[in-house]
Nanobody, 118 residues
Framework: QVQLVESGGGLVQAGGSLRLSCAASGSTFSINAMGWYRQAPGKQRELVAS???????NYADSVKGRGTISRENAKNKVYLQMNSLKPEDTAVYYC????????????WGQGTQVTVSS
């Protein structure tokens, strides 16, 4: 089992920045890729960014150039730095981890609210 706890959400004005953190605990040795997803009211959960155990990254088109995902494997943490925030970035942001030899286990954090005011 892997537990994920997010922090760093809050209210920020458009154009501002925010850094989300996610701390993993439990069977962290089994974690492969980690990522950030978000879900706005009335919308499906969508990928924001992901990072492999080797550091390869992937970003949604909507955040390319504004978001940076990073991880500290020694601390079992993953981060999402978001700059030039827009009101449409408002959502609950969830940390995600894939674990197991075939990434057959998927874990989610409880989510952290990010609200961007115009």
């Amino acid at each position: 089992q892997v537990q994920l706890v997010e922090s760093g959400g809050g209210l920020v004005q458009a154009g501002g920045s925010l850094r989300l953190s996610c701390a993993a605990s439990g069977s962290t040795f089994s974690i492969n890729a980690m990522g950030w997803y978000r879900q706005a009211p009335g919308k499906q959960r969508e990928l924001v960014a992901s990072i492999s155990s080797g550091g390869s990254t992937n970003y949604a088109d909507s955040v390319k150039g504004r978001g940076t995902i990073s991880r500290e494997n020694a601390k079992n943490k993953v981060y999402l730095q978001m700059n030039s925030l827009k009101p449409e970035d408002t959502a609950v942001y969830y940390c995600n981890a894939e674990a197991g030899y075939l990434a057959e286990y998927i874990y989610w954090g409880q989510g952290t609210q990010v609200t961007v005011s115009s």
